[in-house]
């Protein structure tokens, strides 16, 4: 497990008595393994859940990339402790993706996500892998540009669809897998309608292989 970096900074401190403020906790447990520069969506979905419940917590968010999260505090409460029993829920997942497919593109300066939100971090890491399977695809099979370019989107869209559901079903790294064999009929039936036989049981062998189903 990564050290997750405990220290809280107290934001807004010359606010006036009463209003809100902010807490803002860095940690490094929750960055995306398919994209630098991004956090785990799945991950991170599930502790901005708990941050939320803790007393005296407004609102929960976190940075794009996964470093920052910020905590928003009701009026009246003690900042902090819910400053440390925030930090103390930041303890993060293995990512169930571990090899970066390159940089993502940088969020809109002062743009946070709360837990809903997190979803948007999700669909981009589908992206990304949905990317790098469908170059490695099309070389290892030799598929048409056209052809790559229709199996790219079937990809991406279908690993969309999974991760949705993902965090449909409560968030975690682990479950995109429990997802995988419900959409996989629908997955191979898409296939079908631009790839030949042959081509579609390649295709469907390679991605079983690097999906470890």
């Not at 403020?21 to 447990?29: A, I």
């Not at 809903?116 to 992206?127: D, F, K, N």
């Amino acid at each position: 497990m990564r050290f997750v970096i405990a220290s809280a900074v107290l934001l807004a401190c010359c606010a006036a008595p009463g209003s809100q403020r902010f807490v803002l906790l860095e940690s490094e447990s929750y960055g995306c393994g398919a994209a630098e520069g991004l956090g785990c969506g799945l991950a991170i979905a599930p502790v901005l859940n708990r941050i939320d419940d803790l007393e005296g917590v407004a609102e929960s968010s976190v940075s794009w990339n996964g470093h920052y999260f910020r905590i928003e505090i009701l009026p009246g409460a003690d900042a902090d402790r819910v400053a440390a029993e925030a930090a103390a829920l930041l303890e993060g997942e293995a990512c169930c993706v571990t090899a970066s497919r390159g940089k993502a593109a940088p969020a809109e300066p002062g743009e946070w996500f709360n837990e809903e939100q997190t979803v948007s971090l999700s669909r981009y890491e589908a992206g990304v892998i949905a990317s790098h399977y469908a170059a490695s695809i099309a070389a290892e099979v030799t598929l048409e540009a056209d052809v790559a370019e229709r199996l790219h989107t079937v990809l991406r869209e279908e690993l969309e669809h999974a991760f949705e559901q993902a965090h449909v079903a409560g968030g975690g790294v682990y479950r995109p897998r429990e997802q995988l064999p419900v959409a996989w009929p629908k997955f191979e039936e898409r296939l079908a309608e631009f790839l030949t036989p042959e081509q579609g049981e390649r295709v469907s062998t390679i991605i079983a292989r690097e999906l470890g189903e």
